[in-house]
């Protein structure tokens, strides 16, 4: 209540300000400057002259000139030059200067188009009213503007309200239109007793009664509204939350002043305030708005992040701890900045020229600290890429280490032998960061070693066993391994292991190696394999003087036959092995190339 009561003694102050203030004043251009200038755009046919915008304004008050789908006010209100105005002061005044200045005219002349030029490169259209006193000339102009068009001119618009007290008493003349479109405040004022129509102190008396019933009126919207979106919106996000009401409370409070403001501005269009009093109020409820929708946007910002801390609080990782905290003050941050801009966009402030602040003010203070805003950076870096997570294994800028604490400056790992070594978040942005937390697949790939006089059939068994085994582990990938017997070592038969364990972390990965290296100890042992040693012989002889070689026995010392045999052996054990068949080489060259690149 008393923010309000601040709030709006302070709009009513400003507006008895602006009241204060003298019209407009300006100065009547030529036609002759008004055609040398540059690059015009089109004129429409209704202004193309001072007879067809007169013409325009008078029969937007005839209701048999009016046409559907269209709205009168707003084609008299095209007939003045508002530009001056604010956008929002222009909706709500153009109306009434029109209907003023159509009283105006139809106390002090019958209009005859034939009198007035048609012509776009005649002088201007000039209409005396009343006598000039000090303030006002009591004339009426149509003169074309900037860009050719003929209208009303800003000296006119800016006397209306001083001609319209000076006609009061005078009578219609006769032949004028006395019907037409009206606005919502003359519907009400013709509502309004004249006693409260007489100007006390700046504003008639029931425009002052009129701002005070808005006040109240918006006041309880307030309250009512935001009671009813604590009500209803609260029951559903009060799970989400997990009861911290706090948060609710304060993030549906702007929601009243919201739209206790939108009433606020509707209503001062009802009033018929003057243009200089309305322009005030227009300003001070703009404020009102735009500050209600950045502070409705701050809390928004504190509810959620509530949620999210809640859920935060439920998970291991800690690395949505972080980012929770970091993303609500970023967020809030950017609300603010653009916010400012936002409210001075709504109280028609040079944004250029703040803009324009805010950027040297920015450079300097990236300029004094270059180091922390590329840290800052490098700490969006991290969490918007997620090179890795707090609890993974990683290498940067050669530290191996686990990522223990991702921070808004710097990023803390803990090496293997337990020291911390921090890492600024600025190099992480051109760094390259090997993340071994994050493989799908850990391999492992080993030779086992036999020794020389394992029978054939006892190594097939050991490897076909040792492939059950894989197929059964549960931590193992069941779709890529392979057992071989791949070499014939210095002093064992070689068989390769290569497989894949799947698995989160460094630490169940040495787990599941440590059974699977068990299992295959119990397994050879079962079936009598033995693992070589390492062992060397070394033959002596006597003399030096070379011993004839003997022949080979069963084949009289002919090499050709001792070929021939081989070769007939080595077809016989083929045959048996696969039953006579040789299966096609299909693929062979692809799976040789992907068991080289593994």
């Not at 409260?196 to 504003?203: E, N, T």
């Not at 942005?429 to 029978?455: C, K, M």
């Not at 490897?463 to 210095?490: M, Q, S, W």
Request: glycine fraction near 6%.
């Amino acid at each position: 209540m008393r923010f309000h009561a601040v709030v709006l003694s302070s709009v009513a102050l400003a507006g008895a300000l602006a009241l204060a203030v003298p019209p407009l004043a300006g100065q009547e251009e030529p036609a002759e400057a008004a055609a040398d200038t540059p690059a015009r755009e089109p004129v429409p046919p209704e202004h193309r002259s001072a007879r067809a915008t007169m013409r325009t304004f008078l029969q937007a008050f005839d209701p048999q000139y009016q046409r559907p789908g269209t709205d009168p006010l707003d084609v008299a209100s095209a007939c003045l030059d508002l530009s001056e105005l604010p956008g929002d002061v222009r909706a709500v005044s153009g109306p009434e200067l029109a209907i003023d200045l159509k009283e105006i005219l139809d106390r002090t002349a019958l209009i005859d188009f034939a009198t007035i030029s048609d012509d776009a490169s005649a002088l201007p259209y000039r209409l005396q009213v009343h006598p000039p006193s000090p303030g006002n000339p009591g004339v009426v102009v149509i003169a074309p503007d900037e860009n050719g068009a003929w209208l009303f001119t800003q000296e006119t618009v800016a006397a209306i309200p001083s001609m319209v007290r000076e006609v009061a008493n005078r009578r219609k003349i006769e032949g004028v239109v006395t019907e037409g479109p009206t606005t919502v405040s003359r519907w009400l004022r013709g509502f309004i007793p004249p006693s409260l129509q007489k100007v006390g102190f700046l504003l008639e008396h029931w425009q002052w009664l009129g701002l005070l019933l808005l006040i109240l009126v918006g006041m309880i919207l307030d309250r009512l509204v935001t009671a009813l979106v604590q009500t209803s919106v609260s029951r559903h996000l009060a799970r989400w939350l997990k009861n911290r009401t706090d948060e609710l409370r304060a993030a549906f409070r702007p929601v009243g002043l919201l739209v206790a403001s939108l009433f606020w501005w509707l209503g001062l269009a009802w009033l018929g305030l003057p243009t200089d009093a309305l322009a005030i109020l227009l300003v001070a409820v703009r404020f009102l708005v735009a500050s209600a929708i950045v502070w409705a946007a701050y809390r928004v910002v504190d509810v959620v992040s509530a949620g999210l801390e809640t859920r935060a609080a439920e998970t291991q990782s800690k690395l949505d701890d972080l980012l929770v905290p970091l993303v609500r003050k970023s967020l809030k941050v950017f609300i603010v900045t653009f916010g400012l801009i936002f409210v001075a966009d709504a109280l028609d402030l040079p944004i250029t020229s703040l803009l324009t602040g805010v950027g040297i003010g920015g450079l300097a203070v990236a300029l004094a600290a270059q180091d922390t805003v590329k840290n800052v950076f490098g700490s969006f870096t991290v969490i918007l890429d997620q090179p890795f997570h707090v609890g993974d294994w990683v290498v940067v800028e050669g530290i191996e280490g686990t990522v223990e604490e991702v921070g808004f400056r710097s990023t803390r790992i803990r090496t293997f032998y337990n020291s911390v070594v921090t890492v600024p978040n600025a190099n992480l942005i051109h760094a390259s960061v090997d993340n071994y937390g994050q493989r799908e697949f850990r391999r492992w790939s080993t030779r086992l070693g036999v020794a020389y006089d394992t029978p054939p059939e006892r190594v097939e068994a050991f490897c076909e066993g040792i492939r059950e085994l894989i197929l059964r582990h549960p931590y193992t990938r069941k779709d890529f391994y392979e057992v071989r017997f791949n070499e014939f070592g210095a002093s064992s038969l070689e068989i390769l292991l290569y497989m894949f364990f799947v698995t989160p972390d460094w630490s169940t990965e040495l787990r599941e190696r440590h059974r699977l290296a068990i299992d295959i100890l119990r397994l050879a042992r079962t079936l009598g394999v033995e693992f070589a040693f390492p062992t060397q012989t070394v033959h002596l002889h006597r003399g030096t003087t070379t011993q004839p070689v003997p022949a080979a026995e069963g084949y009289g010392g002919r090499v050709d036959d001792i070929l021939s045999d081989a070769r007939r052996q080595a077809r016989k054990l083929v045959d048996d092995a696969l039953g006579g068949e040789i299966p096609p080489p299909v693929g062979a060259k692809t799976r040789g190339r992907e068991e080289e690149a593994c």
